[in-house]
């Protein structure tokens, strides 16, 4: 299709989607995990900057970030005859349980102020200083023969390399949405700053 030619289909697209995942290659915009095949999705539509598209998500993770969509979305029933979609309630009540477990714990990657001057990055082996920022990032590390993701703190600076080390498990791709989502305790300009001091990420 021509660059700026107006898509001929575009006023036909449903604000919202509900389907079975046709493969495994699209991910969910909540959690940013791949969405298995014919696992049940939500589409929503958006002007992207190359036209209309749909932002996929899991059913429970559409419910956790935008329950108005999804409410409206089986209010309107946008999906095919005969699917079998979870209820609204059963929804809803994943997703206030999802809440509550977050709010336990903290999930990485995140920005926090380092307490003292004893913490090392563990990318480049330094010392920390009391008082700057260092961020939170996961490594897999085996543990009785099972991979498992755990938090280490490195310097802004070590972070775009850190996230390419094999055993990273914090992807570069939406990095700062989940910083900024999972950093608790300090104000948005100290978040931005310490995402400055990180710098620009390859995905
Ligand atoms: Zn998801
Ligand atoms: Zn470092």
């Not at 289909?9 to 699209?26: N, T, V």
């Not at 095919?80 to 929804?91: D, Q, T, Y």
């Amino acid at each position: 299709m021509a660059d700026d030619a107006p898509n001929p289909e575009a006023e036909d697209l449903p604000p919202f989607k509900i389907e079975k995942a046709r493969s495994g290659r699209s991910k969910c915009k909540g959690c940013r995990r791949p969405i298995q095949k014919e696992k049940v999705r939500i589409g929503i539509l958006i002007e992207g900057p190359f036209g209309p598209g749909y932002l996929w998500h899991h059913l429970s993770c559409a419910m956790r970030r935008r329950p108005e969509d999804v409410e409206q979305a089986y209010a309107e029933k946008v999906w095919e005859e005969g699917l079998e979609v979870p209820s609204l309630e059963s929804l809803r009540a994943e997703a206030e349980k999802m809440e509550a477990k977050k709010a336990e714990k903290k999930e990485a990657p995140y920005v926090e102020v380092a307490p003292t001057g004893r913490s090392k990055c563990k990318h480049c082996g330094e010392a920390i200083e009391k008082g700057a920022y260092r961020v939170a990032v996961l490594r897999n590390v085996e543990f009785y023969g099972q991979v498992r993701s755990g938090p280490i703190n490195v310097h802004p600076k070590c972070v775009a390399a850190e996230l390419k080390a094999e055993d990273c498990a914090t992807e570069p791709d939406g990095f700062e949405d989940a910083v900024r989502e999972n950093t608790k305790g300090l104000e948005p300009a100290q978040v931005d700053e310490a995402l400055r001091q990180v710098g620009p990420l390859e995905e």
